[in-house]
């Protein structure tokens, strides 16, 4: 049985993840309840009540049909899970994932495009898929046109010389379109705090943290280890309309949680993905 949240009650909310087939789902569900969990009981919380997670998948993924597909079959047979169940919602892009001892994890569709200038926009909380390589003031405005909401993730090395002067120019446009910048827990310790962040904030546009898990086994246990909490209610039949009210509603207040990469872990996935980049091409 799903339930609204209390209007007071804390929200807990990852909005950078990725569900690659290398990840076990049963082990990558408990890991994020867990460190959603222990996110508020260092706030001083008994638990997450209520807890969010914003997929953002690439055009090779389609994790998130296989969510949806499941809470269609009985027992969500085709994933074989244990002590969590899939149930659906009123919406196309939602599903919520319900454990055992009656916590649960919201789940929202959503894609992550690579534009003409070789930048990256999210598109949360929708389940259209979106064409890459169109100029980026274009596909901001399609992922408005379908009801999502646009984010521009920091990724390293991504927003220096040109492309950064495309970051600011899109932040200095704030008033033709909603947006959001997003930060994520691979930014090293080491890496200050990107100047466009402030400049967002500045101009009262909203950073979303998340943690962009990486596609190996051993990063599946980060989602839900960075993010935010934010005050609001979340209507269990249409929990991606609640969350894009809130979060598009300008006297919104995030608190940002969790750590930032160690520079020995930051260093090492860095290499990782070169080698991933590389073997992608040869085959």
Known sequence: MMTSTNPTQPIWADAHVHIYDCYDLEQFLDAALKNFNATAQNSGYSQAETALLFLTETAQDHYFQKLIQSTKQEGNSNLMLKDWSLLG????????AKHSTGQG???????QIVTAENLEVLALLTADEFADCLPIDSTIQKVI????IPVLPWGFGKWMGERGTIISRL?????????????????????TQPVY???AEKQGLKVLPGTDPLPFAS??????SFGFAIQGSIDPHKPAQSIKEILLD??????????????????????????????????
């Open 89 to 96: 919602t009123e919406e196309n892009c939602s599903v919520y």
């Open 105 to 111: 994890i919201f789940i929202f569709a959503g894609r």
């Open 145 to 148: 046109d379908k009801g999502g």
């Open 171 to 191: 932040l200095e446009q704030k008033e033709s379109f909603p947006l959001f910048l997003g930060d994520n827990g691979g930014r090293p310790t080491f890496w």
């Open 197 to 199: 962040f402030k400049q």
């Open 219 to 224: 990063e599946s246990w980060r989602p839900g």
């Open 250 to 283: 300008p006297n919104t207040q995030l608190q940002n949680y969790g750590t930032q990469e160690t520079p020995l872990r930051f260093i090492r996935n860095q290499i990782a993905m070169q080698l991933v980049k590389r073997m992608r091409k040869k085959g």
